[in-house]
């Protein structure tokens, strides 16, 4: 069996482990669960770290269960928050889950005969029918307000300088995730929770209430939170979260992201956001320190997330797409992608409206690009730039000014792509 923490400890994933669960997990398999908070129907990359701990978990021969925290969902956790959350209804986050469970279903084998399939829970299930009179009953004689004052997200949110404080339902949030972990392990023979190091506080209430409760042994272990080498905050664009579902965030954005990171954060990320080995990431390394302007660190690591995350299609249209701005694809390329990641790669490229009409009869070159849309200031410009071999239309030279152009050279039957020079690019939409 593969050392599961050691793993971890070469990845830079651990943040903090309570004595004893290295020990545990090498003497027999083992099950391990991670929250996962049901506020969205698609996970964004602020959870892959824990996923990627539960991939890990069941590479290493453990058994992986991953708890859609339905109830907790209708509360909101105070760790780290300054505010309450919002609420959802059942029907909603039912929805949430099966979303969810799909993205997992990437990362985690739910389905085959192995011993160690993953798990999916949702703690609304056994707490739905839980009586408040019940629960303080059962589970809250045994864990004192002192003890629960004496947490971290508590103390914080109650020092809070802007802070109203914080409302009962949200201090009773490490209670029932201390249920939890008690409820799995009498249900699934559940030994450890994993999640990240704001939830340490949480995750050692459900520690100690198996052992006040069942007399049991658990244990815990926390990563750190992702930041980035700059200080700013991971996963975070001008447009939001990066989210793992394309209808929020499209497989060419989602490539970009990943493509786009500093070296220095890529040679952490790489390290936990894939499976790669040990050697093949310090070779990696090396490449990338010889050869930095080559960024191999980025490109694997962009390859192996989004093959993982969409699929090697999603992850080849993106590296097309992502080829067509520096010069190296054809007129091909440029057709052979969506629309959608199409106008995503020439966001922000000066629009031109041209007439649908005038296309159809066909229109000289040098009339399209200084009247119909102004590339060109003059006919005398665009006549020396087409001379010099500096016009392109859809990655093509335009090698005569006055050559028709007509609703044959529309891609997608409805965009012409014209460049000026090496990196001045304009995009005609015919109306």
């Known amino acids: 069996m593969m050392n599961f923490v050691e793993e971890l400890r070469w990845r830079g994933m651990i943040h903090e482990i309570m004595p004893g669960t290295e020990e545990q997990l090498l003497k027999e398999r083992t099950a391990g669960?991670?929250?996962?908070?049901?506020?969205?129907?698609?996970?964004?990359?602020?959870?892959?770290?824990?996923?990627?701990?539960?991939?890990?978990?069941?590479?290493?021969?453990?058994?992986?269960?991953?708890?859609?925290?339905?109830?907790?969902?209708?509360?909101?956790?105070?760790?780290?928050k300054s505010a309450e959350r919002n609420l959802l209804d059942e029907a909603t986050l039912r929805h949430n889950q099966e979303a969810i469970k799909k993205q997992l279903a990437k990362f985690l084998d739910f389905e085959s005969e192995i011993p160690n399939r993953?798990?999916?829970?949702?703690?609304?299930?056994?707490?739905?029918?839980?009586?408040?009179?019940?629960?303080?009953?059962?589970?809250?004689?045994?864990?004192?307000?002192?003890?629960?004052?004496?947490?971290?997200?508590?103390?914080?949110?109650?020092?809070?300088?802007?802070?109203?404080?914080?409302?009962?339902?949200?201090?009773?949030?490490?209670?029932?995730?201390?249920?939890?972990?008690?409820?799995?392990?009498?249900?699934?023979?559940?030994?450890?929770?994993?999640?990240?190091?704001?939830?340490?506080?949480?995750?050692?209430?459900?520690?100690?209430?198996?052992?006040?409760?069942?007399?049991?042994?658990?244990?815990?272990?926390?990563?750190?939170?992702?930041?980035?080498?700059?200080?700013?905050?991971?996963?975070?664009?001008?447009?939001?979260?990066?989210?793992?579902?394309?209808?929020?965030?499209?497989?060419?954005?989602?490539?970009q992201f990943w493509l786009n990171v500093s070296d220095a954060d890529a040679e952490k990320y790489i390290k936990i956001f894939t499976s790669l080995p040990k050697e093949e990431i310090e070779a990696l390394v090396a490449e990338q320190q010889s050869a930095p302007h080559l960024r191999p660190l980025q490109k694997r690591l962009a390859e192996e997330i989004t093959v993982m995350v969409h699929s090697r299609e999603d992850y080849e249209m993106a590296v097309n797409a992502s080829e067509i701005l520096f010069g190296k694809s054809t007129s091909q390329s440029l057709r052979a992608i969506d629309e959608e990641t199409f106008l995503q790669v020439f966001e922000g490229v000066p629009q031109f409206i041209v007439s649908r009409e005038k296309l159809a009869e066909g229109i000289k070159a040098v009339d399209l690009l200084t009247e119909e849309a102004t590339v060109f200031p003059s006919k005398g410009e665009m006549r020396k730039t087409v001379q010099s071999g500096g016009v392109m239309i859809n990655k093509e030279k335009l090698e005569s000014f006055d050559e028709i152009i007509d609703l044959a050279r529309l891609i997608g039957d409805k965009y012409i792509l014209t460049q000026r020079g090496k990196k001045n690019y304009f995009l005609l939409i015919a109306e």
């Open 33 to 80: 669960y991670l929250g996962i908070d049901p506020t969205a129907d698609s996970l964004h990359i602020g959870h892959l770290v824990g996923v990627m701990m539960l991939k890990h978990f069941q590479r290493a021969g453990h058994t992986p269960i991953a708890l859609v925290g339905g109830a907790t969902g209708m509360i909101g956790d105070p760790s780290m």
């Open 118 to 255: 993953a798990i999916l829970v949702n703690n609304y299930d056994w707490m739905k029918d839980y009586s408040f009179l019940s629960f303080i009953r059962d589970i809250g004689k045994h864990i004192t307000v002192n003890y629960m004052m004496a947490k971290d997200s508590v103390k914080k949110r109650l020092s809070g300088e802007s802070s109203e404080g914080m409302s009962f339902t949200e201090f009773s949030y490490q209670l029932l995730q201390g249920y939890d972990f008690l409820h799995l392990y009498r249900d699934k023979g559940c030994r450890l929770q994993l999640g990240g190091s704001d939830q340490w506080g949480n995750i050692t209430t459900g520690t100690e209430l198996i052992r006040r409760v069942e007399g049991g042994e658990a244990y815990a272990l926390v990563c750190p939170l992702i930041t980035k080498a700059d200080g700013g905050k991971f996963g975070k664009t001008e447009s939001g979260n990066v989210w793992l579902d394309r209808r929020y965030t499209s497989p060419y954005k989602f490539y």
